[in-house]
T-cell receptor, first 115, second 112 residues
Framework: NAGVMQNPRHLVRRRGQEARLRCSPM?????VYWYRQLPEEGLKFMVYLQKENIIDESGMPKERFSAEFPKEGPSILRIQQVVRGDSAAYFC?????????????FGNGTRLTVT | SQQGEEDPQALSIQEGENATMNCSYK?????LQWYRQNSGRGLVHLIL?????REKHSGRLRVTLDTSKKSSSLLITASRAADTASYFCATDAWTGAQKLVFGQGTRLTINP
């Protein structure tokens, strides 16, 4: 059973471009979480999705950021018109149950660099 | 915010010694989880302890939870160089919010 797969591992974008980060959860997991991590810091919650539904997006900036988890295919975190402050590692995690009842399984992250 | 706060921020010990890391949080919880992160990698789940549990063991790991003090500790016994990593505690929210909030982490270095 493959783990959580994130791609790309590294992504470089110029200011103003769009960044698309993909996450394939573990087989059988319908709960997906996105976190952002700055160097030497902890993970900041961004959004929690179940298949086709956004459950909690309280950690996601209101503008430029969006997330989806379609019925078929991976979860996508989309950042439009990127700025230097978006540079960070973005981690996706999945679980078979909500995180208050189950450990999270993390991918190895996508490191976004905005130049 | 009920973010957990780990203490110390950094810890450096000799191989074979025990390492203790602490976590404090602000509001009531359903469970508390500990994770490890090696440099450049994702987090790996170590232990989940529920609010009605006081202590849990897994191999060389021992986790305690004191809900009256809103604190938890992670003890790694007989440390090895491979234990070098950052360790994070994460808490959920008693109110039912189905997400985990992570602390800033403790960076543990095991010197050979």
């Amino acid at each position: 059973n493959a783990g959580v797969m994130q791609n790309p591992r590294h992504l470089v974008r110029r200011r103003g471009q769009e960044a698309r980060l993909r996450c394939s959860p573990m087989k059988g997991h319908s709960h997906v979480y996105w976190y952002r991590q700055l160097p030497e810091e902890g993970l900041k919650f961004m959004v929690y999705l179940q298949k086709e539904n956004i459950i909690d997006e309280s950690g996601m900036p209101k503008e430029r950021f969006s997330a989806e988890f379609p019925k078929e295919g991976p979860s996508i975190l989309r950042i439009q018109q990127v700025v230097r402050g978006d540079s960070a590692a973005y981690f996706c995690a999945s679980s078979p149950l909500p995180a208050n009842n189950s450990p999270l399984h993390f991918g190895n992250g996508t490191r976004l660099t905005v130049t | 915010s009920q973010q957990g706060e780990e203490d110390p921020q950094a810890l450096s010990i000799q191989e074979g010694e025990n390492a203790t890391m602490n976590c404090s949080y602000k509001t009531s919880i359903n469970n508390l989880q500990w994770y490890r992160q090696n440099s450049g990698r994702g987090l790996v789940h170590l232990i989940l302890i529920r609010s009605n549990e006081r202590e849990k063991h897994s191999g060389r790991l021992r986790v305690t939870l004191d809900t009256s003090k809103k604190s938890s500790s992670l003890l790694i016994t007989a440390s090895r160089a491979a234990d070098t990593a950052s360790y994070f505690c994460a808490t959920d929210a008693w109110t039912g919010a189905q997400k985990l909030v992570f602390g800033q982490g403790t960076r543990l270095t095991i010197n050979p």
